[in-house]
Antibody, heavy 125, light 110 residues
Framework: EVQVLESGGGLVQPGGSLRLSCAASGFTFTMYGMSWVRQAPGKGLEWVSSISSSGGKTDYADSVKGRFTISRDNSKNTLHLQMNSLRAEDTAVYYC??????????????????WGQGTLVTVSS | QSVLTQPPSVSAAPGQKATISCSGSSSNIGNNYVSWYQQVPGAAPKLLIYDNTQRPSGIPDRFSGSKSGTSATLGITGLQTGDEATYYCGTWDSSLSAVVFGGGTKLTVL
């Protein structure tokens, strides 16, 4: 069964740091991109960041650029999100998702399946 | 304010059909593939449709996707109470160089 499982969430003070991890299983990790998507309490989905299968290409939402870093360890089938300079508005459930990423003549392809159960990050003093 | 526009809510009777619209622009829906996700309260999102019209294995053919110009539509036939959820559209935005989602549509089956 294809699964992704997040960990590392918790309570952190504004300006602090946190590192999220996502353990993948049931598929060939090195063949797929991976992403983080977050959901603030009672709000909709917000894409955070994606990384290519090799780790050589990353992209970020403007809201986290320069503060968050996505990385992957293909030897351990693990995805990470290093979050620095955290703000109250970063409070959300963070989902990890296996990502299909490609560029076709008809345009870029980016979709997420499956998603993990999420890990809650709360930024508060 | 989401880049993609969805109606906040849609309702329909059991057994009937519901359609959920997703409106964008030439920088996103108009030139890129759309995907759709279902989120039941308290659960993670689940992929329903990818590449505008394709269903992953295990998704019943009651769910369908279409795209025309800068808008996309999710259709659900034979509505069941278990279909009550919030539905999101998503795509790549070439101007923003980012994935964008709609604000979500809450489907009520009554």
């Amino acid at each position: 069964e294809v699964q992704v499982l997040e960990s590392g969430g918790g309570l952190v003070q504004p300006g602090g740091s946190l590192r999220l991890s996502c353990a993948a299983s049931g598929f060939t990790f090195t063949m797929y991109g991976m992403s983080w998507v977050r959901q603030a309490p009672g709000k909709g989905l917000e894409w955070v960041s994606s990384i290519s299968s090799s780790g050589g290409k990353t992209d970020y939402a403007d809201s986290v650029k320069g503060r968050f870093t996505i990385s992957r360890d293909n030897s351990k089938n693990t995805l990470h999100l290093q979050m620095n300079s955290l703000r109250a508005e970063d409070t959300a459930v963070y989902y990890c998702a296996k990502t299909v990423m490609s560029t076709t003549p008809e345009g870029p392809v980016r979709w997420f399946d499956p998603w993990g159960q999420g890990t809650l990050v709360t930024v508060s003093s | 304010q989401s880049v993609l526009t969805q109606p906040p809510s849609v309702s329909a009777a059991p057994g009937q059909k519901a359609t959920i619209s997703c409106s964008g622009s030439s920088s996103n829906i108009g030139n890129n593939y759309v995907s759709w996700y279902q989120q039941v309260p308290g659960a993670a999102p689940k992929l329903l449709i990818y590449d505008n019209t394709q269903r992953p294995s295990g998704i019943p053919d009651r769910f369908s996707g279409s795209k025309s110009g800068t808008s996309a539509t999710l259709g659900i036939t034979g509505l069941q109470t278990g279909d009550e959820a919030t539905y999101y559209c998503g795509t790549w935005d070439s101007s923003l160089s980012a994935v964008v989602f709609g604000g979500g549509t809450k489907l009520t089956v009554l």
